[in-house]
């Protein structure tokens, strides 16, 4: 939206809504989440702070279903591109066990050639797919092609490519890192969903999952605070009445899940945020492979970089030193985990619904959250 300047002014019009339902945070903690929250019309949200020993503090506030069924610690909510993050955890998994290389040719791996039309001779890895540097763009095949199922390689012979070649520049794609889960299951000889719960759920001991149909209790819709419509934009129970897909490697069809299927509660995200934050479930070499910038996000945000499936953001007014993690935003929802690996603190939040207000890429609400619970000034 190039009128963010209209639209926050629309959004003071709208009555902030929802209420504490709890929290473990210390008191000045919870007064600057709760003014954050109601600054940005948020009509539900579940956040968690964590450090190296694990989550310190939970809080939610509002509603994972409008009108009135509250938002828990418990409530499960699809986290959108978070997703990326994650996947890129599984990815590094995979590499350090010797079952994946990051820098190989994907065309060692699909059952198609993927390569870019005007660069036939470049190979495309999978650290391009994770880094968003692989050439792939959301064209019109794409965005109409996702909700048919249409194969991946048909995709490909639409506008999927975009005028950058492979590894020449940044240009952030749903695609792109829906190609990546393909790719780690033609690698592994697994469907996505089984190959993540072995790989990163399952040791973390975090209940995720990313089909709608096998979360178990609350699964929060997703709702656009402005416009507003009648249904919500993502229905939580809707979605769990789909067919559930044969659990079986199917990469010609499985590119729309690590992109930003995943379900998960906010302390499972911040238990998968940790994993990211300091050695143990992956290598320090690994982590900092993570983290290291890859290409600038360029005039569309200059704060922040790209790493392997990780933002760095780095917001003097924020932090002096950068802040690592991933924002996800679908459906009126503002998600995001980010932690700082030096002073070992994290925050995941998964909302309902916010305002989606943003200069560049991150999320004016993200943008406050992170200054309060993770900022310089913090304690």
Known sequence: MKHWGLYR?????????????????????????????????????????????????????????LPDTKARADTVFRAASVSKFITALGAMKLREAGRLDLDADVNAYLPFSLRHPKAPETPITLRMLLSHTAGIHDG?????GVAKGTPLSALLQGDSFSEHLPGRAWEYSNFGAGIAGAVMEAAAGTDFETLMQE?????????????????????????RILPRQRTPNYDAAERR???????KPDCEHH???????LCVTAEGLSKLGLAGMKPGFLKNESLREMRKEILPFGERAKDLSQGVGTFILRDPSISARPLY?????AYGAVHG?????????????????????RDGVLADLNRDLLRALLG????
């Open 9 to 65: 002014l629309a959004l003071r019009l709208i009555p902030p809504r929802g209420a504490l339902n709890g929290s473990t945070l210390p008191g000045g903690d919870t007064r600057s989440v709760l003014r954050i929250l109601r600054k940005h019309r948020c009509l539900g949200a579940s956040l968690c702070v964590f450090d190296e020993r694990g989550v310190s503090g939970v809080l939610t506030f509002g509603f994972s279903h």
């Open 199 to 223: 790989t990163v759920f399952e040791p973390l001991q975090v209940r995720a999952t990313f089909y709608p149909q096998k979360v178990r209790g609350d699964l929060a819709d997703a709702v």
């Open 241 to 247: 009445t789909r067919p559930m897909p044969e659990m």
């Open 325 to 329: 993690g991933h924002q996800g935003m």
């Open 376 to 379: 310089d000034r913090h304690g």
């Open 140 to 144: 019109t095949a794409y965005n109409r």
């Open 337 to 357: 985990v980010f932690f700082e690996p030096e002073s070992a603190r994290g925050v995941s939040l998964l909302t309902l619904g916010a305002s989606e207000a």
């Open 255 to 261: 590119y729309n899940l690590a992109h930003g299927a």
